[in-house]
């Protein structure tokens, strides 16, 4: 089964920006970037097909942009002008959450 490894969070002030990497142990389709806020679900942000078919959700379009390497099996996530509320552990996986889940990575954007 395909294993995936987030990285590349941080801490950073309002403003400022990340860019997320997923790296995938074999070929990936369909991915996408989740995120989790302390005390709230898991919820979807943005994704990608293979054939760089993108969606984001209302609360990050305009500001994240998702992107891969077929090559590589990675997949990334370029956040711009982040706000606190975009505090979380971001995780990567299919659409559907097929994959095991990583460990994800921690994003703290501070006021």
């Known amino acids: 089964q395909v294993q995936v490894v987030e990285s590349g969070g941080g801490l950073v002030q309002a403003g400022g920006s990340l860019t997320l990497s997923c790296a995938a142990s074999?070929?990936?389709?369909?991915m996408g970037w989740y995120r989790q806020a302390p005390g709230k679900q898991r919820e979807l942000v943005a994704t990608?097909?293979?054939?760089?078919?993108?969606t984001y959700a209302d609360s990050v379009k305009g500001r994240f942009t998702i992107s891969r390497d077929n090559v590589k099996n990675t997949v990334y996530l370029q956040m711009n002008s982040l706000k606190p509320e975009d505090t979380g552990v971001y995780y990567c996986?299919?659409?559907?959450?097929?994959?095991?889940w990583g460990q994800g990575t921690q994003v703290t954007v501070s006021s």
């Open positions: 990608m097909t293979r054939g760089a078919v993108r």
């Open positions: 996986n299919t659409p559907t959450g097929l994959i095991r």
């Open positions: 074999g070929s990936i389709f369909s």
